[in-house]
C-alpha cells in the first residue's frame, strides 16, 4: 500500500511506494517514474509535451515537469536541459526497491529543483540467493470490444526480463543484476 503517514516533526508532504505496492499496481509502460502520477497533485505532462519528454514525466503541484528532480540511488538521473528522465528507461519495475516522492516542503539537503523530488531506490543483494523471471504479453486484440468506442487503437507489447542477486562474500559484498527487453 501506499503510505501518506502524518510526519509531525516535518513539513514536507510526500508518497512512498514499497516493492511489494510497485509490483502489484497495473503499469502499461512499465515505466517506475510513471507510477508517480498516482500521487496527490500530480498530473501527467500533456500529450503536446511528450514529442521531447517520456511518459513518466510529470507535473507536481502546478510546477512545470522541468522543475522536478529524480535521483537513483541517490545519484541525479534528471536531464538539465530539459527535465526529462535519463536513464530511469532501464529500470523494470522488478528492480525497484521503493519509490518516493516529495512534492512540496522538502529541506534544502535536496536542492537543485523547486518541483519535486523523486528518489528512486533499487534492489540489491542479499546473504540469500534470490531471483524472479517474467513475461508480460499484452495486446488489444484479446481485450473485450468497448460497446462505445467499437474502433480500439491496435496495442502490442510483449516484455520479458528477469533478475537475480546474491552474496559474493557472506555479509560483505553482494551482487544483483537485472535485464528486460521489449
Known sequence: KAENDLDVASAQVSTSLD???IQNIPSLDRDPVALMKLAPGVAPVSSDNLTFLS???FNANGQ???SNNITVDNAVATDIANGAQVGTGTLSLDSVQEITLITSGFSAEFGR???SQLQIITRGGTNELHG???WFF???GVNADNYFAPHV???KQNAWGGNAGGPLIKNRVF???EYQGF
Do not use: E, L, M
Open 113 to 115: 529543483n523547486s518541483g
Open 153 to 155: 487503437t491496435q496495442f
Open 175 to 177: 551482487w544483483f543484476g
Open 138 to 140: 499484452q495486446d488489444s
Open 55 to 57: 511518459s513518466g514525466n
Open 19 to 21: 516493492a511489494r505496492t
Open 64 to 66: 512545470r515537469s522541468r
Open 132 to 134: 524472479t523471471a517474467y
